[in-house]
């Protein structure tokens, strides 16, 4: 199996919620808010949240690396990215 091959597996993997367990406090309760929404932009989690906009962005790359959060570019704007909880 090639390189490239097993980093696309590997996006590809869904996470689960073992793999928050160890994850910063910050990254749990982005976790746990969008548990309960389905889509959000940085700017609402952060409303949510209370949690600084440079928190919730390191929050949302943590859980990023542990494929527990999707992100898409939103249609009504470009310019923002939508996030969701890609947990099995």
Do not use: C
Request: no cysteine.
């Amino acid at each position: 199996m090639s390189t490239s091959e097993s980093l696309h597996q590997e996006r590809t993997q869904m996470g689960s919620w073992d793999d928050i367990r160890d994850l910063p406090p910050s990254a749990k309760l982005v976790a746990k808010v969008l548990e309960h929404s389905d889509v959000m932009t940085q700017q609402q989690i952060a409303d949510e949240t209370l949690l600084p906009a440079r928190t919730v962005r390191y929050a949302l790359n943590r859980l990023d690396e542990e494929n527990v959060v999707d992100s898409r570019f939103s249609f009504s704007d470009a310019r923002k990215r939508l996030y969701s909880l890609d947990i099995e």
